[in-house]
Structure formats: C-alpha cells, structure tokens
C-alpha cells in the first residue's frame, strides 16, 4: 500500500511545480499547484466503466501501521505543531484517513472535494450527528431495558419527542450541506456530473466513483472523530442516510436487520417520522426527506455557517458554533466535537488516545472484522461508546424555542467569512494523489502495449 513512499527520487517538493496568488477570502498568498486534470467537456463515460466494479468494492482502511510507516507519515503528510497547546483539527483526521486509504481511491478529485469549506461543515455536520445518534442510541437501549419494571410516563413521551426532534434538526444540518454538493453550489460547481455550465451529458459513473469514495472518506473520518468506536452502528446509519434502507449495501452483506429488531420506541426517536416508504423509482434518501418533511422548522438552520443572522438564539448558536468555530475556542466555549479541539498530546501520531501503562493498541482492520462476524452482530443496540470511560463529553443541545416573533425587515445578505483548509497540507495531498494517478496511468499503458 505504501511502495509510492519509498521512491525518494520521485517524491515532489512541496512548492514545486506551481505559482502563487493572491486569495481573497483569507487576504493572502496561497500557493496553487498545477495539476493535470481532464476537462469535463473531453472526459468519456467509457473511461470510468473499468473502475466501476473496484469501487463497490469493500474498502479496507490499513490503520495497523508500523513504526516506519508511522514516521513517514510524520516526516511527509502530518501537519506540523504549531505550539505547546496544540489541538486536533479537523484536518489532522483527514491527514490520516487519506494517508490509510486504498491507492485505488485517491485522486486528485477526491483530495480536492475533502479539501473545501462545504465539505468541511459537512464533514462536521456528520460527527455532530453521529455523536448525538450514538449517546442516544445508548440512551434509548438503557430505557427499552427498564420497562421491564418501570411504567411509561407522559414524561418519557416528552423527553423521546425532544430527542427526537434534536436528531432530525441534526439531519437537517447534513442534508443542507449535502444538497449544496450535490447540486454543485459555491465552490463544487466544477465537480457537478453535468459539468461546471451544465449544459452536457451526465457524467453518471464517474458521479458514482466520486459520491462512493467521498463517503467512504467521511465515514472513515468520523469514526476516527469518535475514538474509533461502533464502526459497524455508523456504517449501517451512515448508508441509510444516504441511500435508504432499501438499497442499503451494508446491510444486505451483513444481514443484521437492526431496524427490525428495535422496538417501536427506538425506531420512533432514531429514524423520526420523515421516512418515506415509496417505491424504487420514486424511492428518496432519508437525508432528502429531511428537508421535504412537513414539520416545524427554523428557516435561518439553512443559512448556519454561510450567512451571518443578526440574532441567534443559543439552539442555532450552539449549532453553528459547531459547523464553522476554529477547533482552538472548542473548550472555552464548550462546544464537544468528538475529539476535535482536545490536546494533541493526549494522542499519538495515528490518533489513539494514550493511556499510561496500557497495552499496544489492537489494529482497527481486524477490530472490523471481528465485529462483523455473525457473533458479534447478534445486537446492534448497545453502543460501544457505553464501554468504559467516554473519551469525551455527550452533547446537550439546548432547547428549541419557536421565535415567531422574530421576523426580519430584510433577508440577511452579510456572507459569513468560510473557513479556509489548511493550503499546505492540501497540496501534499495534492501531490501524492497525482504521483499515484500518474502511475496507475503508466501501468494501465504497459499492458495495454504488451
């Protein structure tokens, strides 16, 4: 997987083969690295037909690295500490996760999508959601176990509607963001499958190869976000989400019929009451559902990270805070993130947490595949996060208030400032993900030759 690395003579300096430009947003120099990439209008749908079977493919993270391998990645790829109260960003996750990603799906396409404000609040979006959906899924395990000797409460009504509630807002977070890429708004428009001025022919299986290795990207990443924890329970919800039950991979391969094992109070808080059951052809993402459910919603959710409101209440605050806050102002304000905005020293270069005197930490692949055998998929109720000490804090998201009251005398037009990824470790990726592309072209021409 890493025979690349070993090639010194054909590593790529870091501002080689560029220019420089000035960037507006960030009022500053960025370095703008030329890379050769096909122009939609040229690009075939005959040319990704090869690719189409590896990237259904299961996927395999190698996250058992050895030491070598490890000090590559702190020598080339891990970004550099800028002091002695250093956090974990958001871009130090991804540094990993592409760097324990298959050759087979990282290009330049994929690198530069991670690499974007949208993706990045979608990226976190997603760990906000999946936090809350596992310490609610736990939550929800503990309370179905005590009505085996305990009565239901119009309280305990009250209490399952407002989780509920709490977890399709936090879907709605994710389907905003995941509708700007889908649609190629702000900075996606030339990753759209009809092209930047869509006006040609769909591009639908280079479409499928981006959209499979983007989620595989993200699922990967918060699963890292979350301490490694419940795999399986993230996978499952995560193509649920995306994809709806009925063309759910992991759950056909895996056959663990989760959702039919839950009682119906868990399904009533875990999946809301967005669901819709229609046909194939007419069959929508859950994620979509979301925004198309009729429902009491606060319309200035949808401008979160992107439009600056002249009033938030804390509900909205605590959200945005989340989706756009630099990870450095995570526990002064006390905005939990899985574990992004805690000590980088508290971790080590793969991002395990250290614990003195423990063990050397078991590899993650075979962790996986352990978990996926018949014995272990037996419950999918319990969450692994209930194990031991939490590495970090459950989220309290604060209640929801119907401001009806508050209507502005004008839309808000004031753009909120993006956030800006991280250049230098973008074009290392960069980089890398061209080295590889160019290979895998060279070969594919020697056996065409031969």
Excluded at 182 to 189: D, Y
Aim: charged fraction near 30%; aromatic fraction near 10%.
């Amino acid at each position: 997987m890493f025979e690349d690395d070993d090639d010194d003579d054909e590593y790529e300096a870091l501002y080689e083969n560029g220019h420089w430009k000035w960037d507006d947003t960030i009022n500053q120099l960025v370095f703008e690295r030329q890379v050769q990439q096909n122009n939609d209008e040229s690009v075939q749908e005959d040319d990704f037909t090869s690719q189409i079977k590896t990237i259904f493919a299961p996927i395999e993270f190698k996250d058992d690295l050895d030491l070598m391998e490890q000090q590559r990645f702190r020598k080339r790829f891990q970004r550099h500490q800028e002091e002695d109260g250093d956090v974990i960003f958001l871009q130090d996750i991804k540094d990993v996760a592409l760097y324990t990603a298959p050759n087979t799906i990282l290009t330049p396409t994929v690198v530069s999508i991670l690499h974007m404000s949208t993706t990045d609040r979608f990226i976190r979006a997603l760990i906000l959601y999946f936090q809350y959906y596992l310490q609610t899924a736990d939550l929800m395990a503990q309370r179905m176990l005590e009505l085996e000797s305990k009565v239901r409460t119009a309280r305990s009504f009250k209490m399952e509607l407002e989780m509920r509630d709490n977890l399709e807002d936090l879907r709605l977070l994710v389907a905003k963001e995941y509708c700007t890429i889908i649609l190629g708004g702000a900075e996606l428009r030339k990753f759209h499958h009809m092209g930047p001025n869509k006006k040609i022919s769909s591009l639908s299986k280079k479409d499928a190869l981006v959209f499979e290795s983007v989620l595989r990207f993200c699922l990967q990443i918060v699963w890292l976000a979350l301490g490694r924890q419940s795999f399986n329970q993230i996978e499952l919800e995560i193509h649920r989400m995306f994809k709806s039950q009925l063309f759910n991979m992991i759950e056909h391969k895996m056959k663990t019929d989760y959702i039919a094992k839950m009682a119906p109070y868990e399904r009533f808080v875990l999946l809301g009451h967005c669901v819709q059951e229609k046909q194939k052809l007419n069959m929508l993402s859950p994620l979509l559902n979301e925004i198309l459910c009729h429902r009491p919603m606060d319309f200035r959710m949808f401008a979160l990270g992107t439009v600056k409101l002249p009033f938030s209440p804390p509900r909205l605050r605590f959200m945005e805070e989340a989706l756009s806050m630099n990870e450095r102002l995570f526990q002064k304000s006390g905005v939990t993130l899985g574990i992004l905005g805690m000590p980088r020293s508290r971790f080590d270069t793969m991002l395990r947490e250290i614990k003195l005197g423990s063990r050397s930490p078991t590899s993650s692949s075979s962790f996986r595949t352990k978990s996926m055998s018949r014995t272990s998929r037996v419950s999918m109720r319990k969450s692994t996060l209930a194990v031991g000490q939490k590495l970090y804090n459950d989220i309290d998201i604060p209640n929801k208030h119907y401001d009806k009251e508050w209507i502005p005398e004008e839309f808000p037009t004031q753009t909120a400032r993006p956030s800006v990824c991280n250049p230098v470790q973008r074009q290392r990726w960069m980089a890398r993900a061209s080295r590889l592309t160019g290979r895998h072209v060279v070969r594919k021409n020697r056996n065409i030759r031969h």
